[in-house]
């Protein structure tokens, strides 16, 4: 960012936040330790966390051949206490966490909203799976366009346009 080179230690520090922290943040978790895992570090939280990750996301990253180990749903105080990563992005994937007032974040993290329906909301079983792969999907488009920025080579401006662009990628 800003012509910097990557943060110390090599890799970015990034936060994916949604209200219960059972769903969507943990998919993008997954998705972008995954493909972003040499240049990020991936976390997720909620700011009223379910205490339990969705099982049909369990189940569908199972099926994707994508680890699952470490996933878990927590608080997003977690990432403001002393000894927490310093972050370097931090995006809400539920419209809920995107209307919350967030914690002062330390060291300015870019921000950027990423809206995703929330799966988590269908009682059927069948229509649980659908929208898990559904939001799956939006997020491993969008997680895709955002490892691929250069963002060595952008100003704190120009990433910012970008991160929210990638947001309103369906």
């Known amino acids: 960012m800003n012509g910097e080179r990557a943060p110390a230690g090599g ?7 949604c209200t219960g922290n059972s769903a969507r943040s943990i998919l993008a978790e997954a998705l972008l330790r995954h493909h972003g895992g040499s240049r990020f570090n ?3 939280a909620g700011s009223h966390p379910a205490g339990r990750v969705n099982p049909y996301v ?10 699952t180990e470490g996933l878990r749903s927590k608080s997003w105080e977690e990432f403001t206490r002393p000894g927490a990563p310093p972050l370097h992005f931090v ?7 995107a209307g ?3 914690p002062v974040w330390p060291g300015q993290p870019m921000t950027a909203h990423w809206s995703v ?3 988590a909301v269908h009682a059927d ?3 649980a799976r659908r929208a898990v792969r559904e939001a799956f999907h939006v997020l491993s488009r969008r997680i895709g366009l955002f490892v691929s920025l250069p ?4 100003d704190r401006l120009a990433l910012q346009q970008r991160l929210e662009e990638i947001g309103r990628t369906s």
């Open 11 to 17: 890799k970015y520090n990034v936060l994916f936040l």
């Open 42 to 44: 991936a976390y997720s």
């Open 58 to 67: 369990l189940e569908f990253l199972a099926s994707q051949r994508l680890p």
């Open 91 to 97: 995006f809400t994937v539920c419209d809920s966490a």
């Open 100 to 102: 919350e007032v967030c």
């Open 117 to 119: 329906k929330d799966p």
């Open 125 to 127: 079983a069948d229509e």
């Open 151 to 154: 963002l060595e080579k952008l």
